[in-house]
């Protein structure tokens, strides 16, 4: 029998003693593993926490930035701050204190989007979500005019060249009044807020815009919060520009936006290469530092090559970032559009409608402005556990057959995928015990003979635009 998916559900958190196998459970080290969930209010979170989240294993989820943003029905209001009261149109202050509650109760921390960089970019004076009045470089009770950078290097004080690294750390992105994070007491204020995050139990940041700060300021910020503060910093590498991610490593993780770049044009070409399996990779940061992803919600509005709109090649794309052994991956979750700048489905006041995901599957097709649901697409949840038994088990060379690619995490799991049109047998050399084995990824019953291990090589047969794997815990009896 294939493990079913709800037996795979069970395996991960440790409920269900022998699945698939006659010799014991193997060992299983709860995988780091992220989730975004992009523009899901707290509410929402919370129930996934409990109901998909924790039970699938993941570790964090990354939430929308909480504070105080312009009104506006657009999803990226939340990266105009008006102030840093904890009330957005993705739930209140208690909402959001709940979720963290609910979330850890589940085994899932929450790392928040800490947007410091800048406050508004509208000329105009406005009120906020929360009621706050403000002007471009004005913020009643936190920043005044002199708390801004004023870069008079270009016109408007917009960047325009990003191979000038004054003008990206000292201008305003896409108009954003940009903080002057060199001052001690923008540094102080900014740092209260997420001192105030803290004490509402999240577990870190995502510091967006991090390329935009100096990296001293960035680390003057997040210097002085408590040891464990988890820090990811969003630094797009731009392989000709000056400011490179690695100067951000030493205040915290960097998102890796070269590992998406390397993977996605194999999906189309079907020319798999292994990647460099020292630890120097290439325009990569060490692994250790790196967080790595297919998609977010910037790059599936522009560069990713692959999205939910790619169905089962998505799916694959996250199955083999999963197996691999670089970086911390975060799964991305959103909603399908056809508008860059459509916003989440709301109520008529504009808070986001409350949404939790029922069973979906990879590949259904999705209509703009219902949300993707990746954390319950069986495939996912089946290599979180596939990830939990190989742990630190070293990544083996991979091995090729037409559109087919798959490796071995050394006696502890093989993976492969087919991203061409015909069923394709790989044989991938391994150190698992031999004997038949279970595919983890498949949502359908097992006949038991999906993978077969014999004479240290392993026999997998792969559908068309399909990914396989098994693992020390999917052995058949
Ligand atoms: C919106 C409107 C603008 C308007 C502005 C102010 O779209 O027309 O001028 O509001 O009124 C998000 C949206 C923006 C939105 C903004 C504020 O994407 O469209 O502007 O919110 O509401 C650079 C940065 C990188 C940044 C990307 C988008 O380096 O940090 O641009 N990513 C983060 C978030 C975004 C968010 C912001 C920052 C702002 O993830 O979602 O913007 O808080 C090369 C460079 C990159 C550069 C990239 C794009 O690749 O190497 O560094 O990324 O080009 O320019
Ligand atoms: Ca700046």
Redesign the pocket.
């Known amino acids: 029998m294939r493990v079913p998916f709800a037996l795979v559900a069970l395996a991960a958190t440790g409920l269900l003693a022998t699945a698939c196998t006659g010799q014991g459970e193997p060992e299983r080290a709860a995988p780091d593993v992220g989730i975004q969930l992009f523009q899901l209010p707290w509410v929402s979170i919370a129930d996934e926490c409990e109901q998909n989240i924790g039970p699938a294993g993941f570790s964090w989820v990354l939430t929308s930035?909480p504070q105080e943003h312009?009104v506006g029905d657009?999803?990226?209001?939340?990266?105009?701050p008006v102030s840093h009261q904890i009330e957005s149109r993705l739930g209140t202050r208690d909402e959001f204190a709940d979720m963290v509650q609910r979330c850890g109760d589940a085994g899932v921390d929450v790392i928040a989007d800490a947007?410091i960089?800048?406050m508004?970019?509208?000329d105009a004076p406005g009120v906020g979500w929360a009621g706050s009045s403000y002007e471009h470089y004005s913020y009643p009770g936190s920043f005044e005019f002199d708390d801004f950078h004023h870069c008079g290097l270009t016109p408007y004080d917009d960047i325009v060249d990003?191979g000038s690294r004054e003008q990206?750390q000292t201008c305003e992105?896409?108009?954003?009044a940009d903080l002057d994070t060199s001052a001690p007491a923008v540094r102080a204020r900014l740092g209260a807020y997420l001192d105030d995050l803290l004490s509402l139990g999240v577990a870190g940041f995502r510091i967006?815009?991090?390329?935009?700060m100096a990296a001293d300021d960035v680390a003057a910020i997040v210097g002085r919060l408590p040891e464990g503060t988890r820090i990811l910093n969003?630094?797009?590498?731009?392989p000709l520009?000056p400011i490179q991610p690695e100067e951000y490593t030493g205040s915290g993780e960097v998102f890796e936006?070269s590992y998406a770049r390397d993977l996605a044009p194999q999906f189309e070409s079907g020319l798999f290469s292994d990647p460099d399996l020292s630890d120097e990779r290439p325009m990569h940061v060490p692994a250790d530092r790196a967080i790595v992803f297919v998609d977010?919600?910037?790059t599936e509005?522009?560069?990713a090559g692959l999205t939910y709109r790619d169905g089962d090649l998505y799916l694959l794309a996250n199955v083999l970032m999963l197996a691999d052994d670089y970086g911390t991956p975060v799964v991305y979750s959103g909603y399908a559009f056809s508008d860059?700048?459509a916003g989440p489905p709301a109520e008529s006041d504009g808070t986001v409608t409350d949404s939790t995901c029922g069973a979906a599957s990879a590949g259904d097709l999705v209509t703009d402005g219902e949300r993707t649901c990746v954390q319950t697409w069986p495939g996912i949840v089946g290599m979180l556990d596939w990830r939990a038994v190989v742990g630190d088990a070293p990544r083996m060379p991979g091995v090729s057959a037409g559109d087919a690619y798959g490796f071995e995490r050394d006696g502890r799991g093989v993976v492969a995928v087919n991203v061409g049109d015909e069923e394709i047998v790989l044989e991938i050399p391994t150190a698992l015990p031999s004997g038949d084995y279970c595919d983890v990824v498949a949502a359908s019953a097992c006949d038991g003979a999906d993978i077969t291990v014999a004479d240290g090589v392993a026999s997998v047969t792969v559908p068309p635009r399909a990914a396989v794997a098994a693992h020390l815990g999917s052995r058949v009896p």
């Open positions: 930035p312009i657009e999803w990226w209001v939340s990266y105009q947007v960089n800048h508004t970019g509208q990003y990206v992105l896409v108009n954003l967006d815009a991090a390329k935009h969003e630094v797009i590498r731009g520009e936006f977010n919600h910037d509005r522009g560069e860059r700048d």
